[in-house]
């Protein structure tokens, strides 16, 4: 093995990819915001709404879950030229995450839904709660309690995912490392580093999701 | 007229001819999963085995595997591809995205297989050791058709997951589906409908099985 490990180019750098982390969680969360409220659109479309919201709805979600994450941003990144829309890295990265989020999303609220009994939603009304009112109060927030888990996974999943903004130009962790990686020529160690960081995120994640149901679960 | 056929044309427009080109990305798609997909879910298995049985294994082999499912495949795949090199063992991209994405298969599988086994009744596998069966016996006709039904459901999203991951072997350079549209759109310049067939390419492998297992679930569910 003739191959000499420089680790200083990496160390210099470590601030560096810090901030770049920052970005991919700032990525990662904000694309997770809009896939859940676009996803709960999406599942009840799917469960409540009319032909075509059923139909968009589906079709929407099938294609979400049935192609690459990789070929979703592809799409927001050069298909979309085709009609003159030209978005920035960072929209790149958020309208594919968003995208392929709600898709994964609304299937898990669509189960969420399906497992709250009817009679939930019956008292709710007898109660003198308006339809918005009970879906607010009432099931909504069973819903979330249900797919809590589900979610973090997604979360994750979304941090994993955001690293594909390194194709597209988008310089969040693994674009910021493959930047400094090409311009010291230490592939290796830079892609080491970069994973370590997505580790300790992921765990990080994970850690505050945990105590984050322990808050919001009491009851 | 004659200036126009005298100048040269740079970009040639996707045709018919180029489906063919198409058609053969796809089937190294599927050679790559269906390669790491087979080896990573036997292995997956054993690992879940291993994860269930022994409680070393579940901190060391556990933490392992968890590095590999809190990575991102595509950091995972250059890692991999730039320490050959340095070991002096240069690598095919063939071999080695097959070999990232069957451990990364065989990660995720592990999981999974590990819930299968433990979602056979505990009650269930003593009434069979009871009625003189070995610890192997037990696993093979009792613990694997119960186990294997109840982990179908997580075993094909991951599948198909892999199916879908496949494409980022296109980084290191392996002619698969993405490749390929990146090279005909590079020649046509019409990245719209280049994308949306190979979308199309990508769902026509991965839909019908998400299909077809939902079916089988369902069947399975009211035996």
């Keep these: ?219 | 007229m004659s200036e126009s056929a005298s100048t040269i044309q740079f970009f040639t427009g996707f045709s018919v001819n180029d489906l063919p080109f198409l058609a053969q990305a796809a089937g190294g798609t599927l050679l790559i999963s269906i390669i790491s997909i087979s080896i990573g879910s036997i292995l997956g298995c054993l690992f879940g085995w291993a994860l269930y049985a022994s409680r070393y294994a579940r901190y060391i082999l556990g933490s392992i595997l968890d590095i590999f499912r809190s990575v991102p495949l595509i950091i995972q795949l250059l890692l991999f591809f730039n320490f050959f090199p340095i070991l002096g063992i240069p690598l095919e991209p063939f071999a080695a995205g097959c070999i990232v994405l069957t451990v990364y298969t065989s990660a995720l599988v592990a999981q999974v297989a590990r819930g299968g086994i433990e979602a056979v009744p505990e009650s269930m596998r003593r009434a069979s050791r009871s009625l003189g069966m070995s610890y192997f016996q037990d696993m093979r006709y009792v613990v694997w058709p119960i186990g294997a039904r109840a982990m179908l459901p997580a075993w094909t999203g991951v599948a198909l997951g892999v199916l879908k991951d496949s494409a980022l072997v296109s980084v290191l350079g392996y002619l698969e589906l993405l490749r390929a549209s990146q090279i005909l759109i590079t020649r046509t310049q019409e990245p719209f409908i280049i994308l949306a067939i190979v979308g199309a390419f990508y769902f026509a492998l991965s839909y019908p099985i998400g299909k077809i297992t939902a079916r089988l679930e369902q069947r399975w569910q009211y035996d």
């Design chain 1, 1 to 219: 093995m003739d191959y000499t490990f420089h680790w200083r180019p990496v160390i210099k750098a470590l601030p560096d990819l810090f901030n770049a982390a920052l970005i991919t969680l700032e990525a990662a969360i904000l694309s997770m915001a809009i896939g859940i409220i676009i996803g709960l659109a999406l599942a009840m479309m799917r469960l409540y709404g009319n032909k075509t919201m059923y139909i968009f709805a589906t079709v929407w979600v099938e294609l979400a879950r049935n192609t690459p994450a990789l070929l979703q941003l592809f799409f927001f990144g050069f298909g979309l030229g085709a009609f003159g829309w030209h978005l920035s890295p960072f929209m790149i990265v958020l309208c594919g995450l968003a995208f392929n989020n709600a898709g994964y999303l609304a299937e898990n609220f669509r189960g969420g839904f399906q497992a709250i009994p009817k009679a939930q939603y019956n008292a709710a009304r007898c109660l003198g709660m308006s339809a918005s009112q009970t879906y607010l109060r009432i099931i909504i927030p069973q819903v979330f309690k249900l797919v809590y888990y589900p979610m973090t996974n997604q979360m994750v999943w979304a941090v994993l995912m955001s690293s594909l903004g390194m194709l597209v130009g988008f310089r969040e962790l693994s674009g910021e490392t493959q930047f400094l990686a090409s311009n010291t020529f230490r592939l290796f160690e830079f892609f080491l580093v970069a994973a370590v960081f997505y580790y300790v995120l992921v765990k990080a994640i994970l850690v505050a999701a945990h105590l984050l149901s322990r808050r919001l679960f009491t009851y």
